[in-house]
């Protein structure tokens, strides 16, 4: 399942590609559906910084099907990131709290110069559910893999989409 978001920023590429870099831990008050944000390692590489943020996600509702596998403390990920300070973009891995051995979620977050001080930022990932590892008996994997998708998406799209009006906020705020 594709996780694609397309937006703009109404500051600098430089502004947003280095707050989305380095200030993820303090923008978590801005986002509405994160309790925290936890930078966990991180590592200055020649060109770039590598990252390890936890996200820990508000209290949101369990599909039924899932109730019996999904525990409070499983809303959460790890984001495994790579940031490269030369193309202003990160590869990045993120490691979910549920059915962390079935699910592989990466992509890539790119940021254009959009003009006008503005800032475009690229979205581009992949969701992928290993059905015959799922924990579950063979006659309910193939629905519950889609349950699986749409709760991990539903955990984190607007985490993807309000990113980006969190950091205007934050911004703004810092002047």
């Given at each position: 399942?594709?996780?694609?978001?397309?937006?703009?920023?109404?500051?600098?590429?430089?502004?947003?590609?280095?707050?989305?870099?380095?200030?993820?831990?303090?923008?978590?008050?801005?986002l509405p559906n994160i309790e925290r944000i936890e930078v966990l390692e991180r590592e200055e590489?020649?060109?770039?910084?590598?990252?390890?943020?936890?996200?820990?996600?508000?209290?949101?509702?369990?599909?039924?099907?899932?109730?019996?596998?999904?525990?409070?403390?499983?809303?959460?990920?790890?984001?495994?990131?790579?940031?490269?300070?030369?193309?202003?973009?990160?590869?990045?891995?993120?490691?979910?709290?549920?059915?962390?051995?079935?699910?592989?979620?990466?992509?890539?977050?790119?940021?254009?110069?959009?003009?006008?001080?503005?800032?475009?930022?690229?979205?581009?990932?992949?969701?992928?559910?290993?059905?015959?590892?799922?924990?579950?008996?063979?006659?309910?994997?193939?629905?519950?893999?889609?349950?699986?998708?749409?709760f991990i998406v539903k955990m984190l799209t607007p985490n993807l989409t309000s990113v980006n009006?969190?950091?205007?906020?934050?911004?703004?705020?810092?002047?």
């Open positions: 399942m594709r996780l694609f978001v397309e937006d703009k920023v109404a500051f600098p590429r430089e502004r947003v590609y280095q707050a989305q870099r380095d200030d993820m831990a303090q923008l978590a008050s801005y590489r020649e060109g770039g910084v590598r990252i390890l943020n936890l996200w820990k996600a508000a209290a949101s509702e369990v599909p039924t099907v899932l109730r019996a596998f999904v525990k409070p403390e499983m809303m959460q990920w790890k984001d495994h990131a790579t940031w490269d300070d030369a193309t202003f973009s990160c590869a990045w891995r993120l490691e979910v709290g549920i059915f962390t051995e079935q699910v592989d979620i990466q992509g890539t977050t790119r940021f254009e110069d959009a003009g006008n001080g503005t800032c475009k930022v690229i979205l581009d990932g992949e969701l992928k559910v290993d059905e015959k590892r799922l924990p579950v008996p063979r006659l309910i994997a193939g629905k519950v893999v889609g349950e699986v998708e749409r009006r969190g950091l205007e906020s934050y911004l703004r705020a810092k002047g």
